[in-house]
């Protein structure tokens, strides 16, 4: 399969081994503390990836130390990762199947940091605590990467906006396009800059029009249900949704209308900017 092809185009286990692997990435990185527990995040991330580790022997709560058996752990994937890979395209080399590998990882968090970058700047406009707890942690990870960024660029914090992270968008984009023109050219296959970046940006609309098309339409299947308020999934679909049915509700009032019926609205209007934005990308690129 092209570099190109398979890397725009990750099937669910992949992004589940990612994903996964993230995991251990994030508890080798981030000491375990009690005060953390109380993370709901946190708390399913350490559930999943503890049996594994008690491997590798048990390790004391400490406050600054790395847990060492996340790494251990993290290198025996990729090599797994890395052997299936082998055993299933016997006609590719070992290097190749190393080669494919890196690519799903840049491809994956491509994806990941560019969610987070645009979360984020929808969160920013009603400040990081007006939403639940995930939107609190996306904004710590993006004002981490990104906060360096405003003093270069003040211009693009205003008072009532923040588009840094959009600036975070386009170093994620180009950065990616950069780095797949440079394994698919390993390969012997080389593939332009410019390609690269058009596939990536038409993956990118793609993908976050149809993930917003599916939580809009699970908000409105929990809607149907006595769901608490503050349960975690109702909050963080509402926290990913809202920021598209707000401005639709001002225009079409449920109360006069007597349904909502902002949700279909808003996929129709995601169908067509997204038929609009992919127009737009092959004719540039």
Known sequence: MHIVRFTYSLNL???LLNTYIMFFIIRLFVPFRKQIIF?????VIYYATEPVLRLFGHKKVTARKHDVRALYVTIIFVSLYSFFWIFDNPDKTAFGGLVYMAASFVTYFFYLFCFIFIADFFILMRGPYAYGELARIIHFA??????????????????RR??????GIF?????????????????????????????????????????????????????????PQNNFILENLVFLTEPL???LRRLFPPYKIGLDFTPVVAIAMMIIVRWVLILIIDFIF
Do not use: C
């Open 13 to 15: 286990i992949v992004i």
């Open 39 to 43: 993370n709901r995040l946190y708390k």
């Open 142 to 159: 993006s004002d981490t990467i990104i906060a360096p960024w405003r003093r270069v660029f003040p211009g693009l914090s205003g008072k």
């Open 162 to 167: 923040d588009y840094t992270p959009f600036l």
């Open 171 to 227: 170093f994620a984009v180009v950065l990616s396009a950069f780095i797949m023109t440079i394994l698919s050219g390993l390969l012997g296959d080389a593939v332009s800059f410019m390609e690269n970046l058009g596939r990536g940006l038409e993956a990118l609309v793609n993908m976050f029009m149809s993930l917003w098309v599916i939580l809009i339409i699970l908000r409105a299947l929990f809607s149907w249900f006595a769901v």
């Open 245 to 247: 049915l707000l401005p």
